[in-house]
């Protein structure tokens, strides 16, 4: 779910006239596992870095050469000097592996700033206002993840604790091939071996024919469907010993979540987000008619086709669905990268349970370890925590680094842009470094752009 669910629709030729090549189904990051299309990077398919039309948005002008003449960039209002960073992967006219628009928010104890840039809807010039709403994607992981962590900070449960018994006792769990049970921690880290997909869904997926039967595949996936599909999967690795990106995992994660909470989830994220102080981050069936008006819709495939609305899929709304806005998100980077007090001693609990390097594995040769639903990026002295979503059309990178307090979201409003989404929010990441005095090393860049 993170390069996304939803552009599983783009190969259908009786919808385009274009269909998307192999290279969006094959593995082009992770060579232990076999990546469907929403997991791909299209790391073979880059953005193209050219130079960007910008005659219908003149928030993306570059500075002028007064202004880089400039001897102190803090004179320079940030959105300003964010412009020509994200540029290079953004076009309102709608163009391949480019945002039509994109929602920037960055935090540092100085500066908490949303800049806007591009259009809200291909071939218009109306910017976004940075008041909108999107749907998260697997950055949803991160917050199913910290729910989890926050009970296991309470000592309700542990990570340790075998999934089954955070589950109905009727249901059917996949053990491994010697009988090894899955655990909670393995849940949150993509190592139980169960498939990306349940059966069920994967066949309704495999089947879609349109954009309608999309939507269908997901909103008629139902509880029962899960147990049926948990019954009838078999696990070839023992748990624990690779790493195999899984929806289906994260939807059990849901369903242990809602278990130990007594709740259901979009309760539990109500819950979180009223102690958090988060307006905007809830179930996509919770959005109010003022928050549907606000929408930053995605744009999917070879015409990007708006996605317009909400995708309401109960059994995944905790593994790719959630919403959420500038505002809030910035609210959590403030906390997670130690900027702002936490608002109580479980959630620094459950952040320090969440930020453990729990399995490692390399991307690219860049050394990696998988943390309670985020991945974590050592390179110098620098850590970053991230995680990366697409679901519906929008794409989403969120990092932060708690020793140098820095956090950045971005949103684009088209897939796929993996390339230009997770360059721009490292570069990013050093410009608001820069205003502390901060150089950030290259290979440090480099790094930071390993999606998660």
Request: net charge negative; proline share 7%; hydrophobic share 40%.
């Amino acid at each position: 779910m993170r390069y996304s669910m939803f552009f599983l629709f783009l190969s259908v030729a009786t919808l385009f006239a274009a269909c998307d090549n192999d290279s969006d189904t094959e593995p082009m990051i992770d060579n232990d596992t076999t990546q469907p299309v929403d997991d791909t990077v299209d790391e073979d398919q880059p953005d193209q870095a050219d130079e960007t039309d910008l005659s219908d948005s003149s928030d993306l002008s570059a500075p002028s050469d007064e202004d880089a003449l400039l001897p102190d960039a803090d004179m320079i209002p940030f959105c300003q000097e964010a412009a020509p960073l994200v540029a290079p992967y953004i076009d309102t006219t709608g163009v391949a592996n480019k945002a039509v628009g994109m929602i920037v928010r960055v935090e540092s104890p100085a500066l908490s700033e949303t800049c806007t840039f591009g259009a809200r809807e291909k071939g218009t010039t109306v910017p976004p206002t940075g008041d909108e709403l999107w749907v998260i994607g697997s950055v949803s992981k991160m917050i199913t993840a910290h729910l989890i962590a926050r009970k296991i900070a309470a000592g309700e449960l542990t990570l340790a604790d075998t999934a089954a018994s955070h589950l109905p006792q009727e249901w059917s769990v996949p053990a491994g091939p010697g009988d090894e049970a899955s655990t909670v921690e393995q849940l949150l880290t993509h190592t139980t071996g169960l498939p990306h997909y349940p059966p069920t869904l994967q066949a309704s997926l495999d089947a879609v024919a349109g954009l309608d039967d999309m939507y269908a595949a997901w909103e008629g996936y139902t509880l029962n469907d899960l147990i049926t599909d948990l019954a009838a999967t078999t696990i070839a690795t023992a748990p624990g010993s690779a790493y195999l990106y899984s929806d289906f995992g994260f939807a059990l994660a849901q369903q242990v979540a809602e278990n130990v909470y007594g709740a259901s989830y979009p309760d539990i994220v109500d819950d979180l987000a009223t102690l958090t102080g988060l307006t905007n981050t809830t179930a996509p069936e919770r959005l109010t008619e003022a928050q549907k008006g606000r929408l930053f819709y995605g744009h999917a495939g070879p015409q990007l086709v708006p996605a317009t609305r909400p995708v309401i899929t109960p059994i995944f709304t905790g593994d790719g669905f959630l919403y959420s806005d500038a505002d809030d998100l910035g609210r959590l980077l403030r906390v997670f990268a130690g900027i702002d007090e936490p608002p109580d001693a479980m959630t620094a609990d459950a952040l320090a349970l969440a930020t453990q390097k729990i399995f490692h594995r390399e991307v690219s040769g860049v050394p990696v370890d998988q943390g309670l639903g985020i991945g974590v990026i050592t390179s110098g002295d620098y850590t970053f925590y991230k995680k990366n979503g697409t679901s519906t059309g929008a794409t989403t990178a969120f990092l932060w680094d708690a020793q140098h307090h820095i956090g950045v979201v971005v949103a684009a409003n088209v897939i796929p842009v993996a390339e230009g989404i997770n360059a721009s929010a490292c570069a990013l990441f050093a410009a608001v470094a820069a205003r502390s005095g901060i150089t950030v090393p290259a290979e440090v860049i480099t790094a930071c752009q390993v999606p998660f």
